[in-house]
Nanobody
Framework: QVQLVESGGGLVQAGGSLRLSCTASGRTFSDFAMGWFRQAPGKEREFVAA????????YYADSVKGRFTISRDNTESTVYLQMNSLKPEDTAVYYC???????????????RGQGTQVTVSS
């Protein structure tokens, strides 16, 4: 089992920045690819970014490319999502997930955190 705990969400004005963290426990963190997903009210869960176990490969949704950066620190068992130039449409609950491969499909991940709310005001 892997436990994932997100932090760093909050309220920010449009154009601002936030950094989300997701800390894992229970199993060897570097065994897993990690992903970030988000879900806004009334919408389906959406892929945001993913990173391979080594950090050597990263993937982004077109809607966040150039604004968000995913990274990981395997010594700290933590994955980060740096979010810059935030827009009101980025408002959602953000979840991290752990799986075998860094892919866009949330169903491919084995573990998921409880989420952290990000609200961007206009």
């Amino acid at each position: 089992q892997v436990q994932l705990v997100e932090s760093g969400g909050g309220l920010v004005q449009a154009g601002g920045s936030l950094r989300l963290s997701c800390t894992a426990s229970g199993r060897t963190f570097s065994d897993f690819a990690m992903g970030w997903f988000r879900q806004a009210p009334g919408k389906e869960r959406e892929f945001v970014a993913a990173i391979s176990w080594s950090g050597g490969s990263t993937y982004y949704a077109d809607s966040v490319k150039g604004r968000f950066t995913i990274s990981r620190d395997n010594t700290e068992s933590t994955v980060y999502l740096q979010m810059n130039s935030l827009k009101p449409e980025d408002t959602a609950v953000y979840y991290c997930a752990a799986g075998r491969v860094a892919v866009r499909n949330p169903l491919a991940y084995d573990y998921r955190g409880q989420g952290t709310q990000v609200t961007v005001s206009s």
